[in-house]
C-alpha cells in the first residue's frame, strides 16, 4: 500500500490539516494518509505545546470517521527531538510492506536542506508537497522526486487556534465538532 506521512506537531489538528490529507488521499495515488504527531519539532520551541498524548488523542478523534486517514505514535518511542529521517527509516522497518510518501507544505521546501539527511529523504520515499501561502522560492520546483499536488490554498494556523482559545473566542468550523468537543471539555489551551 502506498502512504502518505502527514508529520506536525498537530496543536491542535484543524480542518486545514484534514482537507489536505483527504486531498492527498484522493487526488493522488496515496491510499492512505497516517498522521505522524511529532512529540517535538527540532525546528520549534515546545512552549506552548500541549502534552503529546492528547495532541495524539485529539487526531484520533479528528480522523475516527475515515477509513483513509490513520494516526501513529511512533516518534513517541524514539530520541527527542525526533528526526523526519530517522522516522522514515523506523517506518520502513515496522511496516515493510507499505511504501511511504513525504507530504509537505510548500512553505517548508526553502528549509528542506537544512533538514538531516533531507537528500536521503528525497532518495529514500520522495514529497508530496501541497500549496502553502507566502512560500519562499526554492529549488524543487523540477526536482524528480518531488510531485506537486493541487489542494485548496489555506491559512488556518494552530498558532491563530490557540490564541482564540486563550482569549474565550469560539474555534467553530476551525477544528472538527469532536476536536472542539474534547478541547472544551479539558480546557486546553486556556
Not at 494556523?157 to 465538532?177: D, F, N, P, Q, W
Amino acid at each position: 500500500m502506498k502512504i502518505g506521512l502527514f508529520f506536525g506537531s498537530f496543536n491542535p489538528i484543524h480542518i486545514g490539516h484534514l482537507i489536505i490529507a483527504n486531498t492527498m488521499v484522493t487526488a493522488t495515488d496515496l491510499e492512505q494518509v497516517w498522521f505522524v504527531v511529532s512529540p517535538q519539532n527540532p525546528f520549534k520551541k515546545n512552549s506552548s505545546l500541549l502534552h503529546e498524548f492528547d495532541r495524539y488523542d485529539l487526531v484520533s478523534r479528528a480522523v475516527a470517521d475515515n477509513s483513509l486517514l490513520k494516526v501513529t505514535d511512533v516518534e513517541f518511542h524514539m530520541p527527542k527531538p525526533s528526526y523526519t529521517i530517522d522516522t522514515l527509516i523506523r517506518m520502513q522497518e515496522k511496516f515493510p510492506q507499505h511504501e511511504f510518501k513525504l507530504i509537505m507544505g510548500e512553505d517548508n521546501l526553502a528549509q528542506f536542506p537544512n533538514w538531516k539527511n533531507h537528500d536521503k529523504i528525497l532518495e529514500y520515499v520522495g514529497l508530496y508537497v501541497y500549496p502553502r501561502p507566502n512560500s519562499a522560492p526554492h529549488n524543487f520546483t523540477n526536482h524528480p522526486a518531488v510531485k506537486f499536488v493541487e489542494a485548496p490554498l489555506l491559512d488556518i494556523s494552530a498558532t491563530y487556534l490557540r490564541a482564540c482559545l486563550k482569549s474565550g473566542k469560539s474555534i467553530r468550523y476551525m477544528v472538527s465538532e469532536p476536536v472542539e468537543e474534547m478541547i472544551r471539555i479539558k480546557k486546553f489551551y486556556v
